[in-house]
DNA sequence: TCGCCTGATAGTTGCC
DNA sequence: GGCAACTATCAGGCGA
């Protein structure tokens, strides 16, 4: 290698330095989401029916997500265009 | 309950649309740190190398927190005032 | 299938059995490990501490594993033989 | 402290040791369960539903326990010996 | 590309 | 009764 601690070592510390800030980003949110979930405690809501509702309807929006899928395939396959989206 | 679909339905929609946003910007960091390694990886670093190392300093944070956290429980088990923090 | 309730019941009662004789096994051992602690307790340790220091020893040995893994992963990367192992 | 190095060190050392043995134990355990769903896995069953089965049987078994501890009071309350167990 | 396997996350239980 | 440790489930990344 031409030189030693050079390019390849920035570039590695820049890439560590980005993918370490996001993280911390990314549990700073993990904890306000945690924290959402005590308030609605406090509130009198039962956490654990809280979490699955939020859970069926990631999951209803996943087979919307499916639905749409499908659609656009027949759309394409019908040759039509697609919607102009939004 | 006086209101049927009244306040606690208000709530618990306001919960469930707080939780939803936020789970969505988790998500999107989530895709900037898969970018952030698909870029290196494209620059010629080998993600799994890169993992490791991102895991080890991470690592290397907690055992430096779990040293901490000994001392305090041997001093409080010892009777001795906590330092002075920060 | 030709059988109905015959090989497939069989296997499946078999699985489920092993499992549920190696689960009850480990819960004993869970059990034994809460009795430890139960009788350092007795003896005049504190719990927390003793805890503390079993997780960090443990963390002490993922740390050495992770530093040679990431060794392996650098000397593959060079391409350079991996050592004899033991 | 009387003897330093002394007693109290040696206890300790010795419960840590206790401890670490069975945790060793315990995950060798655990790693045979894993082995046993997988080899259900490569003879076809499906893992999940392997797994809530197991669940279930357990949750049965709680069940039961809880009509057995019903039933002992019953019994006790009506100045009835209890059975002679197994 | 598929299956496996590890790491992240949600749920449960035991302690204070 | 709240909180923290532990367990089990799930999803994403890696290798074949």
Redesign the interface.
Known sequence: MAEPGGVAAD??RS??E???R??E??KS??D??KD??G??KG?G?DTKV?RQ??RM?KQDAAERQEQEALLDLYMHALGMAPPADE
Chains 1, 2, 3, 4 share one sequence.
Do not use: G
């Open positions: 570039q590695l890439f560590v980005r993918i370490e996001l993280e980003e990314k949110i993990a306000d989401i959402v979930y308030e609605a509130t809501f809280l509702i939020i309807r």
